[in-house]
């Protein structure tokens, strides 16, 4: 009888302090689930309340589930207006979810020219890789995407790094039986690049 009854008192104080730990638990959690929600929501309010607390790392809060970022969501649901604002409160836009992806390479995916473009002034890496090894400019040309591959290059986008099978941009390209579009924006990158090199080249020196 005695062993039985110390044995519920040790589950009840088992039971009693898991108890106790689950706020805290749920306390560590709950101010990026709801940060995240509210930006999901587009409620602008609570989502400025959050980050005009003191101190606050909350803008690159990622989900739990997924790893994704605020700049994750908004620009899934191609929201140029909330990028800008996400970034100017300082959100990192170089941030990966779960799968290594990241919000440019979301955005590229979307062919979200804004988007890409918001993404580049706020930071962006434009030769990030994503698992497969394709940068933004490879995954561009994969969709035939003019507008996009013009915006790439004009940014300095590598045309030339290659993705895991060894293939670069420019590669593609050249497997797509002479797209002439796309031909003529990597020929005038080339120019405009050949340009600024040999204005460098002749520049003064000192």
Not at 16 to 29: E, H, I, K, N, R
Not at 66 to 80: K, N, S
Not at 152 to 161: C, F, Q, R, T, V
Request: aromatic letters at 6%; glycine letters at 8%.
């Amino acid at each position: 009888m005695a062993r039985a009854f110390m044995r519920r008192i040790g589950w009840a104080i088992a039971a009693l302090l898991a108890v106790s730990a689950m706020p805290a638990a749920a306390q560590m959690f709950s101010d990026g689930y709801e940060f995240l929600k509210a930006v999901k929501d587009r409620d602008g309010d609570a989502v400025t309340n959050a980050l005009n607390e003191p101190g606050t790392t909350i803008i690159n809060t990622r989900d739990i589930t997924t790893g994704e970022t605020a700049m994750h969501i908004v620009t899934e649901r191609r929201d140029v207006v909330w990028i800008r604002f996400l970034s100017q409160r300082g959100a990192n836009p170089n941030i990966r979810d779960r799968n290594g992806v990241a919000p440019v390479q979301v955005a590229v995916t979307l062919g979200f020219v804004e988007g890409v473009e918001a993404l580049i002034k706020a930071g962006a890496d434009i030769n990030v890789k994503n698992s497969t090894g394709e940068t933004p400019l490879i995954s561009a040309v994969h969709r035939k995407d003019v507008a996009l591959v013009r915006l790439l290059l004009e940014k300095g986008a590598n045309p030339d790094a290659t993705d895991n099978s060894g293939r670069s941009a420019r590669d593609y390209v050249a497997l797509m039986n002479g797209n002439a579009r796309l031909v003529d924006e990597f020929e005038k990158a080339d120019a405009k690049r050949n340009e600024q090199g040999s204005a460098k080249d002749y520049g003064p020196s000192f």
